[in-house]
């Protein structure tokens, strides 16, 4: 079983829709998580991060972390075709050597 | 400005070619890193700087060389690649010097080993 799970989609919504991406993990020590954005061919951007449990909000983008349930959303709100790209789920504990990352979820929003 | 600035964006290398991978951020960050991207996965960690000593090498063959000449540049020197390095190679930083917080990556060098 992999430390991180995520649905690699690919996922497709219409514009305007309310995408909701989902990660789980099995480390409860992880406390840091991350949502990545990457375009095809670019970078990973951050998108948002969260230390423990709660929400974040910025602009259309929340994330949600659930920690009794090894469980980590982003909801982004008003989808747009600009927000087609594939997304990475991070994460890590305090005395990790690395980040671990999610595989990824290929989003699509259609105009 | 949370910008991690790399060089080339773009390499073709012969595979008795020696070249080198050139990152660079102002943000005062600790950490730095190399990653390689294969297509379709996530980043896999490669070197961590931190405060300018390499703390981490992830088992890379010595055919990947880092080097960390101050806070603010990372290298990366490539010599005798294989076909199968082809990859996107990201540099990566973060204020901490612990490489499991939150990290800002470059653009990448989309690197094709010829």
């Known amino acids: 079983q992999k430390e991180v799970e995520q649905d690699p989609g690919p996922l497709s919504v219409p514009e305007g829709a309310i995408v909701s991406l989902n990660c789980t993990y099995s480390n409860s020590a992880f406390q840091y998580f991350m949502w990545y954005r990457q375009y095809s061919r670019k970078g990973p951007e951050l998108l948002m991060y969260t230390y423990s449990s709660g929400n974040k909000e910025d602009g259309r983008f929340t994330a949600q972390v659930d920690k009794s349930s090894k469980y980590i959303s982003l909801f982004i709100r008003d989808s747009q075709p600009s927000d087609s790209a594939t997304y990475l789920c991070a994460m890590s504990s305090g005395s990790a050597r690395q980040l671990t990352f999610g595989s990824g979820t290929q989003l699509t929003v259609l105009p | 400005d949370t910008e991690v600035t790399q060089t080339p964006k773009h390499l073709v290398m012969g595979m008795t070619n020696k070249k080198s991978l050139k990152c660079e951020q102002h943000?005062?960050?600790?950490?730095m890193y190399w990653y390689k991207q294969k297509a379709k996965k996530p980043p896999e960690l490669m070197f961590v700087y931190s405060y300018e000593k390499l703390s981490i090498n992830e088992s890379v063959p010595s055919r990947f060389s880092p080097e960390c000449p101050n806070s603010s540049l990372l290298n990366l020197h490539l010599h005798a690649l294989q076909p199968e390095d082809s990859a996107l190679y990201l540099c990566?930083?973060?204020?901490?010097?612990?490489?499991?917080?939150?990290?800002?990556f470059g653009q990448g060098t989309r690197l094709t080993v010829v």
């Open positions: 943000m005062g960050h600790r950490a």
């Open positions: 990566a930083s973060s204020l901490s010097g612990r490489p499991n917080t939150e990290a800002f």
